[in-house]
C-alpha cells in the first residue's frame, strides 16, 4: 500500500488534469456511496465517514474531522482534515493511504471547475471570490484552469485581514470590502462559506453571470438568498444531494420557489450530454457543490495514475 501525502497531492493533481478527469469520470456509471455523520452540535465539531464503490474498478472511504476553532487557534491546523484509504475492487486489496485534506481542497476545487468550464461564460473575465479560507485559493485556481479568460479575481472575507492576505499572495487579484459592488462587476462568483444568512443577493446579479455555491452544506446554511435561486438555471454536481441537504435548494424547494423539475441536471448529465448547459449569454447559472464520496474516489484514482506515470519517467 501506498503513502501518499499532501506535498505529493498537491503536485500531481493539477487543475486542467483533475478537472478533466472529473470529466471523464461523470462518463461513467455512478458509484454507490453513502455517508455518516456524528456532530457535536455545540461545537460544530463533526467526525464524518464518506464510503464509495465503483463495483468491479475501485472502491475507498474518506474519514473526516472538522474542528472549527482550529484556524483561530493555530494557523497550521485547518477546520477540516481527511484520510482517504483506496482499495482494488476486484480483490480489496488496500492500495493507497493519502492524505485526504489536501485531496479534498482538490476535489471540491475541481468540481466547481468543472462546473464553471460548463456552465460559465467562456469569455469571463472577472471572478469574486467570496471567503478566503484554506479552500479559497485552491478555488481560484480551479476556476482559472477551466476559464483561462479570467483576469480578474476580487476577494472578500468577513474579515478583511484575510481577504488582503490572500490577496497578496494570488497574481491577479484584490481584496474589495464592497461585496454588492463586486457582485455586480463580476462573471463569476465562487462562495466558500460557513455562512448561515446569505451573503449574495439575487438582485444583485447581471445577466450572465454564474454562482458557483460550495459553503451550505447543511440544511441550515445559506450563502445566497431565494432570489438568486430563482433568478438562475440550477444545476448540482448531484442533483439529488442537493435537494437533500444543500441550505438554499433546500429552502427554496419548502418554500415553493423551486420544485424539482427545475433543477436541470447534475455533472453526469452534463458530462454525457444529456442536459443541456448554459443556453445564452445573458442567463444567469447557478452550480451547487454539494462534494460527495464518488468525486473522492474519482480524484484518489486519478492521483493513483499520476503517482505511476510519475514514477515511470
Same mark, same amino acid.
Given at each position: 500500500m501506498q503513502m501518499i501525502n499532501a506535498d505529493q497531492v498537491h503536485n500531481l493533481l493539477d487543475f486542467p488534469g483533475l478537472i478533466e478527469a472529473l470529466r471523464r469520470g461523470h462518463l461513467e456509471s455512478p458509484a454507490e456511496t453513502h455517508s455518516h455523520l456524528m456532530q457535536d452540535t455545540a461545537t460544530g465539531t463533526a467526525f464524518l465517514a464518506l464510503p464509495a464503490w465503483q463495483h468491479g474498478k475501485a472502491m475507498g472511504i474518506k474519514v473526516v474531522t472538522v474542528f472549527p476553532d482550529n484556524p483561530s487557534l493555530s494557523q497550521d491546523t485547518p477546520a477540516v482534515q481527511a484520510v482517504f484509504l483506496l482499495f482494488n475492487a476486484k480483490d480489496g486489496r488496500p492500495m493507497a493511504c493519502i492524505d485526504g485534506t489536501a485531496l479534498t481542497y482538490r476535489k471540491t476545487a475541481a468540481d466547481s471547475g468543472l462546473g464553471s468550464q460548463f456552465l460559465a461564460r467562456e469569455d469571463a473575465e472577472t471572478l469574486l471570490m467570496v471567503g478566503a479560507?484554506?479552500?479559497?485559493?485552491?478555488?481560484?485556481?480551479?476556476? %482559472?484552469?477551466? %476559464?483561462?479568460?479570467i483576469r480578474r479575481v476580487l476577494i472578500w472575507n468577513r474579515t478583511p485581514a484575510k481577504a488582503g492576505q490572500l490577496a497578496a499572495a494570488t497574481p491577479g487579484a484584490e481584496a474589495i470590502t464592497d461585496l454588492e459592488a463586486a457582485a455586480h462587476e463580476a462573471d463569476i462568483i465562487s462562495c466558500a462559506t460557513n455562512a448561515t444568512s446569505p451573503l449574495i443577493l439575487g438582485e444583485w446579479l447581471r445577466p450572465g453571470t454564474h454562482l458557483d455555491l460550495i459553503g451550505s452544506y447543511t440544511p441550515d446554511m445559506r450563502e445566497a438568498d431565494e432570489t438568486a435561486i430563482t433568478r438562475a438555471r440550477v444545476w448540482g454536481d448531484t442533483a439529488a444531494k442537493i435537494c437533500e441537504r444543500s441550505g438554499e435548494i433546500v429552502a427554496a424547494l419548502a418554500s415553493g420557489a423551486l420544485r424539482r423539475g427545475d433543477i436541470i441536471g447534475d455533472l453526469y448529465c452534463l458530462a454525457q450530454q444529456q442536459c443541456p448547459g448554459r443556453q445564452s449569454l445573458d442567463e444567469i447559472t447557478l452550480f451547487k457543490n454539494a462534494g460527495g464520496g464518488h468525486l473522492d474516489l474519482m480524484t484518489a484514482q486519478f492521483l493513483l495514475e499520476r503517482l505511476e506515470q510519475d514514477s515511470n519517467t
Open positions: 479560507g484554506g479552500l479559497a485559493p485552491y478555488v481560484i485556481a480551479a476556476h %482559472r484552469a477551466a %476559464r483561462p479568460s
